[in-house]
């Protein structure tokens, strides 16, 4: 069992910048895949970035490539995401979610554990 916890959101203006923490319990942190993920209002969640269990394997989606920086911290229990450049279309509530399986994923339904998500808006 795992708890994830979201931190770190708030109002920035466009171009400006923000890091989500996400504080994972217990011991075995280290060995969830971990992912990020976001949904705007009337829209489905959608997966922002993703990173192996050591931290090597990094995956993000197109739309926030080049501004979005995911990292971890197995020492902590804690996943990042380090968002630059922020644009309106950033806007949304962000989750954190931990991954059992083998190999990193894209897929919301693949994910075995959720935080409570942190709202991230950003005015033009």
């Known amino acids: 069992q795992v708890q994830l916890v979201e931190s770190g959101g708030g109002l920035v203006q466009a171009g400006g910048s923000l890091r989500l923490s996400c504080a994972a319990s217990g011991r075995t942190f280290s060995t969830y895949r971990m992912g990020w993920f976001r949904q705007a209002p009337g829209k489905e969640r959608e997966f922002v970035a993703a990173?192996?269990?050591?931290?090597?394997?990094?995956n993000y989606a197109d739309s926030v490539l080049g501004r979005f920086t995911i990292s971890r911290d197995n020492t902590k229990n804690t996943v990042y995401l380090q968002m630059n450049s922020l644009k309106p279309e950033d806007t949304a509530v962000y989750y954190c979610?931990?991954?059992?399986?083998?190999?990193?994923?894209?897929?919301?339904?693949?994910?075995?554990?959720w935080g409570q998500g942190t709202q991230v808006t950003v005015s033009s």
């Open positions: 990173i192996s269990r050591s931290g090597v394997v990094r």
């Open positions: 979610a931990a991954d059992s399986g083998m190999v990193i994923t894209t897929v919301p339904q693949r994910y075995d554990y």
